[in-house]
């Protein structure tokens, strides 16, 4: 069975950074990012395919979130900076099956794997 766990989620003002780590039970898996406010539907914020080479992000995000992984650490991150009230949510890493096919997937129906989430709060 996949495992992910994620960390560094907390309590930070508005303008403030944060960085989330999920390290994965497993190689070469395609990731992705998600997040879910209170009331609100799960919503796709990044992805990263299995090499790193290719990203995709929610325009609510582009320019102030920046995935990456260090696959010898089976490790993907979010860096978040300039952070809003907005962005305020329980966030998710989620794992892919893995795939010879380089690219990215933004669904969450698409993946296969959760984590437990890490709560972020944004304070104005």
């Known amino acids: 069975q996949v495992q992910l766990v994620e960390s560094g989620g907390g309590l930070v003002q508005a303008g403030g950074s944060l960085r989330l780590s999920c390290i994965v039970s497993g190689r070469n898996y395609p990731m992705g990012w998600f997040r879910q406010a209170p009331g609100k539907e799960r919503e796709f914020v990044a992805a990263i395919s299995w090499s790193g080479g290719n990203t995709a992000y929610a325009d609510s995000v582009k320019g102030q979130f920046t995935i990456s992984r260090d696959n010898p650490k089976n490790t993907v991150y979010l860096q978040m900076n300039s952070l809003k009230p907005e962005d305020t949510a329980v966030y998710y890493c989620?794992?892919?099956?893995?795939?010879?096919?380089?690219?990215?997937?933004?669904?969450?129906?698409?993946?296969?794997?959760w984590g437990q989430g890490t709560q972020v709060t944004v304070s104005s």
């Open positions: 989620a794992a892919r099956r893995p795939t010879s096919v380089i690219r990215v997937w933004t669904s969450p129906h698409e993946y296969d794997y």
